[in-house]
């Protein structure tokens, strides 16, 4: 141990560390929760950033006792709240206003490094270019935002700082500004002032923001609403850029335990034998388990509803590892490195079994079988003796007579690759009994409600007696959507009846977490010579690894989104030929799940690639070939009829379709005429390797799953008029509090501030599915909506009663009461305000909770539609890539908050920037991980992205109370095929498996025609 | 992992440290590397406050102390552009806050931009005790210390280097990479990275004749599960060339 003399946001302090100890153990063991915990091991994140000597530095690879004698600064002594009663103080920093005012704050696990790097810049340079800035924060990785609006934070806290643009004028300047740069030919959209009307008390706070450009249709500018449609603030946002102990593990609880699980180090192999005695005896060891010590209960680690479609296949310990990470033994101990000497003394021996790595070898007779454990239980057509974990085999139409009608067969196959969600908050969780013996899970989870019930029988608890805790979510991306860690900690604390903290670090998010299924997708496609598609198949081979968990649902997601994008055209439209043919299969890797886009972008690579491919071979305009083909509004989805990921198929119209509308959009955006075919642009002076290239692609996704999940939402009004609003949706970082809170605003009449979220606990809020298949803003939305106007039906009946009281010559019904401007409003203008409404309802008269309850599930599942366009540089001798360009223009619907659904769109075309040029997991001979950090699997910085460009085109969902569908997901689906046209585009070299990565492409160039012919 | 930390305030002090008897000390610089560490039980001397955080020059050589940061060599008015350019590329500004010059080219490996750049350019370890000097690619080549710690690095500025890499993104590890360093005399050097423990030397002739045979028979063995040696050895002549096209 070693005494330290050190100043800490500006207070000298005196502590005792171990000389080995990191900064960030040392700051978080003293409650500095700001200081987060990346996980990594070779400080490549970020999230744990301080300031020493006021330079950003990485805490969780520093020595506390490097910083005796020195000047450290936490987000801690950054800025406070505004407003705290009577006390009167300085409120947030410039910089942290600007974060929050800006919409740079998605998750906010990474938002407190963000600023304390942004004030390491702006102390040094006041006035720093936007270059400048993406360095300054390139060390933090964001897998959230793309960086866009933290960049534009940063430039406007400095303005600001620099005394040039007062706070005051991006807080009330008078109004939004117009977006800049409009479309040609795009319809101005109402002005977005938040004005609402005769009611200026409560108008909306007015602050520029960066706003996204809209094109509106006139079904949208119809609708007049206050709250929806508002770049409010993110209700979450204070306390994220404070960085408050918000997260899973910021808490702290006395005599809490570490965990740590022993990982297999071989792909499939049976325990022979395992001794645990030294492990145990080892002092500070409190629990050491294994398969013989808990119950063998078979379940599923997919967090879906209940009957969970994919097989039974897993247990929290088995006598058998199946990938190279799988569970072997877990341990709680006092520390993390007891825990993980610990490790170290369980003494495995192993019998090898031969594994299957390549998921083409699954099905060949004699493979070996991954699951031959008698409780299996099957699902569907799941066959484990085959190593089958699901099958999918759905035609519609008559696809071999639209083959035999066809003029041209085009068959090609493509592949997709396994990648990671790379989350920054990796998995954690911490579990105890409460004082009621209750077993406490915190957790971070998209699901807390399949948490709860799929661990019961896991645990051998009653649902009753489990309470599941979701605190901020620090990304999730689908990875979240797993029951994947609860377990661990649960049985130790049963073991030991102590709490237990397990955390994931990154090397276990990368062979024991889960990740996309990698395809390989073979395509046929029959078309006549004028483009009309008259068949199109899709057939897949999906690895879901050693375990089967979404499996089924996301495969099936790969043919039902992307192949039912392209129906054909004449009387093909009316009966479109489609095959999707799927076998999932087990592999001894790492088991794929749920991952933004859920099967989604594994569909578009192969078809948009397939369709930019005969459009050029047919020498028609890649564009219009699309659009003649593409499913339009009023159509029937194809795969209604055919298959659902919930329930018995059932048939959907499509009542909204912006496609025709998004391609336009995107194309003036991108200046689609100026560059494609236009030789000139396609060639870099002075640098005669080089080709520039645009691509296309067009996408669809889903919104929720019809007739399966359902959201819940409580409303509970306070004295002061003010409302409690609780829901177990799940806020993963996508803002999906704030949205909710928006519609029960617009509902209810008041401003977003009055209404108070709270998210999820499931002792305390309805249930609702969780956070995945793009649902939360419609499903949750819609039951907050239908509470909302619960709540509001009762605060009419009485406001319209107090009316009548206090002005005895009016008599007005609760039909003619207005919600608006906190005030219950009759025709003629008299009103109480809801603060009277509340006080007579709880002490004054007849006295009653005015509260509302609403829950939601869908008959219909609205797809949005998407045109997402790439420009790049390709270097024709070395195969390098460069992005230079994304944009996506989107039917989301209606846009609750522009600012937090641009947000959406700029993190998933980051996200899916990866998937297009650098993200993969790859595996050697023996089923080793070559990526197991987040500098082997490269994810996009600050200072290398391309230019993010979004325009929403608005329809009104008519399916949805306010015209909404999904935004978060379809970003994901067609950057990848964009960039691979785009590359196409520009040096003629065909790529069909992703990333495309120098070498891909280099292949690819040299088995085409020169390029110089290009 | 770490179990016992000094911070000698000179470098008798620090000297003693060292010759402590059944101890092993390794030196610790900006600590990036050594704090993850949790292999073995290591004994170590933090050489923060040894004054070793000097950039000077004398003549046409740069003196480069072992505990300057690797921001501190970029903000450097000494430093070239194309070595500040190389050192952005090899580590974020969080790291580069932290880490030192000496620390990184120790803990350097092949895919490191500013060892290959630092190789190319056939920069110096100066070791203490004794200002013994040892040529950095005899240090990748056998990793053996010379003395206690590194006192400072140094290299020629009167030198021209050039610098190429591929990666999958502009900011990525390089897949491959080669540096280029031209003496006045004409001596030339060619270095590659991008692959395995360390920098690979291609070629140090009295003239630049040769490279693209020297870089193709260099990167002979250079497949690994990041690219094919095929690749490397055609992809890495085409930047050799592109390097010698530029005027030296």
């Known amino acids: ?1014 | 992992m770490i179990k016992e930390y000094y911070r000698p305030k000179s470098v008798p002090e620090a000297e003693k440290l060292f010759e402590m008897e059944g101890k092993k000390c390794v030196p610790l610089g900006g600590g990036s590397v050594l704090s993850r560490l949790k292999q073995d039980d290591l004994c170590v001397v933090d050489l923060q406050d040894l004054g070793l955080n000097r950039i000077e020059v004398t003549g046409q050589k740069v003196h480069i102390g072992s505990t300057v940061t690797l921001q501190q060599f970029i903000e450097s008015e000494f430093i070239p552009e194309i070595l500040k350019e190389i050192t952005r590329k090899s580590a974020t500004l969080n790291l580069r806050n932290q880490a030192t010059v000496g620390g990184y080219v120790v803990t350097a490996d092949g895919r490191a931009p500013l060892a290959i750049a630092l190789m190319a350019l056939d920069a110096q370890l100066i070791w203490h005790p004794g200002q013994k000097i040892q040529n950095i690619g005899d240090w990748f080549s056998l990793r053996q210390a010379l003395g206690y710690w590194i006192s400072g690095i140094q290299f020629n500025l009167n030198v021209q280097l050039d610098y190429e890499q591929v990666a999958r993104t502009p900011m990525d590890v390089p897949i491959l990479a080669i540096g280029v360093a031209r003496w006045p005399s004409g001596r030339t050097r060619v270095v590659l990275g991008g692959y395995g423990r360390a920098p690979i030397l291609a070629l140090d002739g009295p003239e630049g004749s040769g490279v693209l045979e020297a870089v193709k028979n260099a990167l002979t063995e250079s497949g690994d599960e990041w690219a094919s040696a095929e690749y490397r050895q055609e992809v890495g002549q085409v930047l050799a060339k592109r390097i010698l096209s530029t005027t030296a």
Not at chain 1, 116 to 143: F, H, M, S
Not at chain 1, 207 to 233: D, H, I, N
Not at chain 1, 882 to 887: D, K, W
Request: hydrophobic share 40%; glycine share 8%; charged share 25%.
């Open chain 1, 1 to 1014: 141990m070693k005494k330290i003399t050190f100043t800490l946001n500006k207070e000298i302090q005196h502590w005792e560390v171990p000389d080995g100890e990191t900064l960030l153990a040392s700051l978080r063991r003293e409650g500095y929760f700001g200081v987060k915990f990346g996980g990594c091991e070779k400080g490549e994140c970020g999230a744990c950033t301080v300031l020493l000597d006021g330079k950003p530095v990485n805490s969780c690879s520093l020595l506390t006792v490097q910083v005796d004698g020195r000047d450290v600064q936490t987000i801690e002594g950054l800025g406070e709240h505004p407003d705290q009663g009577w006390k009167k103080t300085a409120g947030l920093h410039p910089i942290q206003k600007a974060l929050v005012e800006s919409g740079a704050i998605q998750c906010g696990y990474c938002t407190p490094a963000f600023a304390l790097a942004a004030k390491a810049l702006l102390e040094k340079n006041p006035n720093p270019t936007e270059d400048e800035v993406r360095e300054a924060i390139a060390g933090i990785l964001c897998r959230c935002t793309g960086y866009l609006k933290p960049v534009q934070a940063i430039l406007k806290a400095a303005a600001v700082l620099r005394g040039e643009e007062s706070e005051q004028d991006w807080v009330d300047d008078g109004g939004l500004p117009l977006p800049i740069d409009w479309p040609s030919g795009a319809e101005e959209q109402p002005p977005l002032s938040g004005d609402t009307g005769s009611m200026p008390t409560i108008a909306a706070t007015r602050r520029k923001v960066y706003m996204p450009r809209m094109f509106v249709t006139p079904a949208v500018r119809q609708k007049t609403l206050s709250r929806v449609g508002k770049p409010e603030l993110k209700v979450d946002a204070i306390k994220l850029v404070q960085g408050k102990p918000a997260f899973a593990a910021d808490i702290e609880k006395r005599g809490m335990l570490i965990a740590k699980v022993l990982h297999s180090p071989v792909a499939h192999a049976r325990i022979k034998h395992i001794d645990l005695s030294k492990a145990r005896a080892l002092p500070g060891v409190a629990a050491v388990l294994c398969y013989k010590d808990i119950p063998r209960v078979v379940y599923s680690t997919a967090g879906q509803s209940d009957p969970i479609p994919g097989p039974l296949d897993t247990f929290s310990l088995d006598s058998k590892v199946r990938f190279v990470g799988d569970r072997v033994a877990f341990v709680a101990a006092e520390t993390e490195e007891i825990a993980e000497q610990a490790l170290k003394l369980i003494e495995v021996e192993y019998e090898p079994l031969p594994a299957i790595l390549d998921a083409r070898d699954a099905m060949k007779p004699g493979a070996p079988i991954i699951h031959d454990e008698p409780e299996y239980v099957n699902f569907a057509d799941s066959d484990p003796q085959k190593n089958i974990a699901a099958r999918i085999h759905i035609d519609i139409g008559d696809v071999e007579k639209g083959f035999q009608e066809a003029d041209r067969i085009y068959e090609a196959e493509y592949v997709v690759p396994k990648v990671q969600q790379a989350h920054i908050e990796p998995h954690v969780v911490v579990t105890y009994w409460d004082e009621d013996d209750r077993l406490v899970i915190r957790t971070s989870t998209q699901v807390p409600f399949h948490v709860r019930r799929i661990l019961a029988p896991v645990l051998g608890l009653p649902v009753k007696r489990i309470r599941v805790i979701k605190p901020r979510i620090g990304g999730g991306f689908g990875g979240k959507q797993e029951v994947l860690i609860e377990d661990v900690a649960a049985h130790l604390t049963i073991a030991t009846g102590r709490p237990v903290m397990y955390e994931y670090t990154r090397e276990e998010e990368f062979i024991a977490a889960r990740s996309r299924h990698p395809m390989r997708i073979r395509m046929k496609t029959g078309v006549k010579l004028d483009g009309t598609i008259t068949a199109n198949e899709m057939r897949v081979l999906s690895d879901t690894g050693a375990y089967g968990c979404h499996g089924l649902t996301v495969t099936g997601n790969t043919g039902h989104k992307s192949m039912a994008l392209y129906v054909g055209d004449g009387p093909y439209r009316q009966s479109p030929n489609i095959r999707f043919y799927a076998d999932v299969v087990y592999t001894n890797t790492p088991p794929a799940g749920a991952y933004r886009g859920y099967g989604v972008p594994q569909g578009f690579w192969p078809v948009e690639r397939h369709m930019e491919r005969i459009s050029r071979d047919l020498g028609l305009d890649p564009i219009e070939f699309r659009l003649k083909n593409a499913i339009r509004e009023g159509e029937l989805h194809p795969f209604s009829t055919a298959w659902s990921e919930g329930r018995e198929p059932r048939p959907e119209i499509i009542q909204t379709v912006g496609l025709e509308e998004c391609v336009r959009q995107g194309k003036a955006l991108i200046g689609w005429e100026q560059k494609f075919g236009n030789p000139d642009w396609h060639r870099v002076e002075g640098k005669p390797y080089l080709r520039r290239g645009i691509g296309v692609a067009l996408v669809m996704q889903g919104t929720a799953i019809p007739y399966l999940d359902m959201g819940g939402a409580s409303i509970k009004m306070n004295d002061d008029g003010s409302f409690n609003l609780l829901v177990g949706a799940t806020d993963l970082g996508t803002g999906s509090d704030t949205v909710l809170a928006q519609m029960a605003a617009e509902v209810l009449g008041v401003p977003v501030e009055d209404i108070i979220v709270y998210s999820s606990d499931t002792d305390f809020t309805p249930f609702d599915k969780g956070a995945y298949a793009s649902s939360t803003t419609y499903i949750s939305g819609a039951a907050v909506v239908k509470a909302a106007e619960d709540v509001a039906e009762k605060i009419k009946k009485r406001a319209a009663r107090m009316i009548s009281e206090k002005f005895p010559d009016i008599q007005v019904t609760p039909e003619e009461i207005l919600l608006e401007d906190r005030k219950a409003i009759a025709p003629g203008g008299q009103y109480v305000t809801l603060a009277q409404v509340a006080l007579n309802a709880l002490h004054h008269t007849d006295q009653e909770q005015i509260m509302g309850i609403g829950s939601y599930y869908s008959p219909v599942s609205p797809p949005p539609f998407a045109a997402q366009f790439a420009e790049v540089t390709v270097d024709i001798e070395t195969g390098q890539v460069t992005v230079e360009r994304l944009v996506m223009a989107v039917d989301s619907g209606v846009i609750v908050n522009p600012v937090t659904a641009s947000g959406q769109i700029e993190g998933g075309m980051t996200q899916a920037l990866g998937y297009a040029v650098c993200e993969e997991m790859v595996y050697d001979q023996i089923g080793q991980a070559r990526e197991k950090d987040l500098v082997n699997y490269h994810i996009f910085r600050a200072n290398e992205m391309p230019i993010l460009e979004t325009v929403f085109v608005q329809t009104y969902e008519p399916s949805h109370p306010f015209g909404v569908k999904a935004v978060a997901e379809i970003p994901m689906d067609g950057v990848a095929p964009a960039v691979g046209n785009a590359v196409l585009d520009a040096c003629g070299a065909d790529v069909f498996e992703n990333p495309i990565t120098p070498e891909r492409l280099w292949r690819a160039l040299r088995a085409t025609k020169p390029v110089s012919e290009n």
